[in-house]
């Protein structure tokens, strides 16, 4: 019988991490085994390193990393592997060459993503320009990172791109908020520009849902996978408890064309804190999803995800297991 053909729109990726699913595995994602990968103290300066994104690069693999250091700041780290498992870091931060020295400055910059787009690859993350903005920047080689202007006035984060330009636009989702961290935590909006300076045309995507796993507060996820189905989109959603928050991972399916229209959303979270290494840590019961290496001859995805504040954890799944569950399941 001939192999179905996957529903995920890519390149191959034949040396990205994998490990099949465990028979007593009653969801569609499944962790890897020996999580943690990237334990405390990986370098003299780092206490902990999470939230960070991964790349295929010249057959083996590069990231960009948020890594707290001893003194609770974060910063984004440049790392290699030969596997995507075992990480070497540089042990100094990111410097950008930048439009403005004001906001070369950068002293406060974590929760970073990567997305290619051409021969591009760009570079977003959380960056603290009079509060909590979406820094931008791009490099061709990795070696050299040449900073854009913030895309965003304060307070925004999760500033997630498109791997392809729609309707010849740039394309970004984010989480706008109120100031600060209490007064309003946002919701996921769409937003596009043709120079990657001036945004417009802002449209929601989707609000916090009345269950209680994202009622609290969402946000994009990795940079969204295009498959036949639409833009698979992973998302953090957040519940409150009387013993705190916890940071579970949702889906959603995207128009392709019109990506702030949702064609499915799940009701139900993929994955949610189970483990020790997710349950404890700086922050507990986290589980916060930013990067996924897919294949797309077989439809395999590694999922990076901070675990706890503290850790960074993969998990394995299928996409079309995803989208069929995120069909069954759609609110």
Not at 312 to 325: G, L, S
Request: glycine share 8%; proline share 7%; net charge neutral.
């Amino acid at each position: 019988m001939k192999k179905k053909e996957t529903a995920l729109i890519g390149v191959p990726i034949e040396n990205m991490p994998w490990e099949p699913k465990p028979e007593n595995c009653k969801g569609v994602v499944w962790r890897h085994t020996a999580n943690p990968i990237v334990d405390v103290n990986p370098f003299p300066k780092a206490r902990c390193v999470y939230n960070s994104c991964v790349v295929p690069w010249e057959g083996k693999f590069i990231g960009i990393f948020r890594v707290d250091w001893h003194c609770m700041t974060p910063y984004l780290h440049f790392g290699k592997s030969q596997d995507a498992l075992n990480w070497t870091f540089d042990e100094e931060p990111l410097s950008f060459i930048s439009p403005d020295p004001a906001l070369g400055e950068i002293h406060f910059a974590y929760d970073p993503r990567i997305c290619k787009i051409e021969d591009t690859y760009y570079i977003t993350w959380c960056n603290n320009y009079y509060g909590a903005t979406i820094g931008q920047a791009w490099t061709k080689d990795f070696k050299t990172f040449h900073q854009l202007e913030n895309a965003f006035l304060p307070f925004n984060r999760n500033g997630v791109l498109f791997p392809k330009k729609i309707g010849g636009k740039y394309v970004m989702l984010s989480r706008p908020m109120g100031m600060g961290m209490a007064v309003n935590y946002g919701d996921i909006f769409y937003s596009e520009s043709s120079d990657l300076t001036y945004w417009g045309k802002h449209r929601i995507v989707f609000t916090r849902g009345p269950r209680k796993w994202e009622r609290v507060k969402i946000g994009p996820g990795p940079i969204p996978i295009e498959t036949t189905e639409g833009w698979l989109l992973l998302y953090h959603g957040v519940a409150d408890t009387c013993d705190g928050f916890i940071y579970s991972m949702g889906a959603a399916l995207l128009d392709l064309d019109e990506p702030w229209k949702v064609i499915y959303r799940c009701k139900f979270p993929i994955m949610t804190p189970e483990k020790i290494y997710e349950i404890s840590g700086s922050v507990g019961n986290v589980v916060f999803p930013t990067s996924v290496l897919a294949d797309g001859k077989t439809g395999r995805m590694a999922i990076y995800y901070g675990a706890a504040d503290m850790y960074t954890a993969v998990a394995y799944a299928y996409a079309d297991e995803i989208i069929a569950y995120i069909k069954d399941n759609h609110k």
